[in-house]
């Protein structure tokens, strides 16, 4: 079933499972709120079990370019299109959210985000791979993140 995630009320519906219920509830709604101010887009998830080709996708851009394994579970993901990007989002129940951020014209950005949300230790296939930068929010506490560029065509 598909949750319309809500950053007015936090709620962990779908994250029950990770160690880090609130601060991931939180994550997910920080990224439901920019894309509603920024782009008008309502954030929806599925479930891992009906967001295999989401979880797929990711996980070959993951492997295709810095051969990275993720090892925890995936919880949710999502995939739409705004302004002609392409964004694909996973959420693990370690806290970590992954997105694919991938223009579809040529010339475009295209990039991988990985966001670790509020109390979550780096996750080993990225600990020495990765600086992450800490960024303050009002609805996930203290997000750290960090980005490659991506080089191929997907």
Excluded: C
């Excluded at 579970?73 to 392409?86: C, H, Q, S």
């Amino acid at each position: 079933m598909s949750y319309v995630v809500d950053f007015q009320t936090v709620s962990t519906v779908g994250l029950e499972s990770s160690p880090v219920v609130d601060a991931l509830a939180g994550l997910r709604a920080n990224e439901a709120r920019y894309f509603k101010n920024k782009y008008d887009h309502t954030f929806t998830t599925e479930p891992a079990s009906k967001a295999k080709k989401e979880i797929a996708y990711v996980a070959k851009v993951l492997k295709d370019e810095r051969d990275i394994i993720i090892e925890s579970k995936p919880l949710e993901a999502t995939e739409f299109e705004v302004d002609g990007i392409r964004w694909t989002y996973v959420f693990y129940e370690s806290g970590l959210a992954i997105n694919v951020l991938y223009t579809l014209a040529d010339a475009g950005k295209r990039a991988v985000g990985f966001k670790l949300s509020d109390g979550m230790d780096v996750p080993s296939e990225l600990a020495d791979r990765f600086k992450f930068a800490r960024q303050k929010s009002k609805l996930a506490g203290t997000i750290r993140g960090s980005y490659f560029v991506i080089k191929g065509e997907y």
